[in-house]
């Protein structure tokens, strides 16, 4: 007699529907952040698809690379003490400060991408200077307590992927009409991939500087740690712009080197020095320490007791 056959699983096991939306693992705005970018191409050409111009997709595609490479840095980095209201403050306040404050930076220094020196200070400097503005001003607002500098690194970098999406927003409105070359319109689906993430990993190594300058009151310290973490990202910003280098394998070894060191700080940090013991050479054949001579049998007297040990007996 043949055993009966196994029988199906329920409709309720094959579809839990119930389980899942009970699961918090549905409910993380992880999940929710993939859905999002999984939808946001289709609907960036549903809904503007009759539009005169292209402002709205390139909109929407701005902000979806940077989506997509904030959940990247979320999951590299693993901020401590960035809540969603803070991330809200920052994105805000660089949507609202760090254009404005950058172009009128790098108008009043007008710097040449020809010369290296002109283009760190005419732009490197004033773009990574816009790009902390928001971070300081959040670390201050909090009496620079309670962010660390994986913390503040995280908010830099959420502070560059704002600052980049725009940039790469502006520069495809530039040609309302449409008239671009097929090399320049791939060049311009390189800006919207690569401008977040690199200017977020130059403003991550400035924001992990703020968050180390957070520590100290006295501002000399604080205006110091800050001045070196604007001063590398600005050196290596100020290197890719640089026109001998720029689009060539030097400019991808910049960009490199500049994913390197911001990995180092987000995953390493800083190691802190410690002082070399001084280990005092010691002779070879010391000589023999004084042995207690334990009293001869028959002898009348008894050896001196050493200070703080009792007399042998």
Request: proline content about 9%; cysteine-free.
């Amino acid at each position: 007699m043949n055993p009966p056959a196994p029988r199906l699983p329920d409709l309720s096991v094959l579809f839990p529907f119930r389980a899942w939306l009970r699961h918090p693992a549905l409910r993380a705005w992880t999940t929710w952040l993939f859905v999002a970018l999984v939808a946001t191409p289709p609907a960036a050409i549903a809904l503007f698809r009759t539009a005169s111009g292209y402002d709205g997709e390139s909109m929407m595609f701005a902000a979806y690379f940077a989506a997509a490479w904030f959940l990247v840095l979320w999951v590299v980095v693993r901020p401590r003490a960035v809540e969603g209201a803070l991330l809200l403050q920052v994105v805000v306040l660089a949507l609202v400060l760090e254009a404005p404050l950058a172009i009128w930076f790098e108008g009043l220094i007008d710097g040449d991408l020809d010369s290296f020196v002109g283009s760190v200070l005419g732009v490197g400097v004033p773009e990574e200077l816009a790009k902390m503005v928001p971070v300081v001003i959040l670390v201050l607002a909090r009496q620079r307590r309670g962010l660390l500098p994986r913390d503040t690194l995280f908010l830099g970098a959420v502070s560059g992927l704002v600052f980049g999406a725009v940039e790469a927003f502006l520069y495809a409105t530039a040609h309302p009409d449409g008239t671009m070359s097929v090399y320049g319109g791939l060049m311009m689906v390189w800006r919207f991939v690569t401008d977040p993430v690199t200017h977020a990993l130059w403003s991550g190594v400035a924001g992990y500087f703020v968050g180390l300058a957070a520590h100290y009151r006295a501002p000399k310290p604080f205006l110091a740690l800050t001045g070196v973490g604007i001063g590398v990202p600005a050196l290596l910003h100020g290197l890719n712009d640089w026109t001998p280098i720029n689009t060539s394998l030097l400019w991808v070894a910049v960009t490199i080197v500049s994913a390197l060191l911001f990995l180092a700080y987000a995953r390493i940090g800083l190691v802190a020095a410690r002082p070399v013991a001084v280990v005092r050479p010691q002779p070879i054949d010391p000589p023999t320490a004084p042995l207690a001579v334990r009293h001869l049998v028959g002898a009348t007297t008894a050896p001196a007791a050493r200070p703080g040990r009792h007399a042998d007996t």
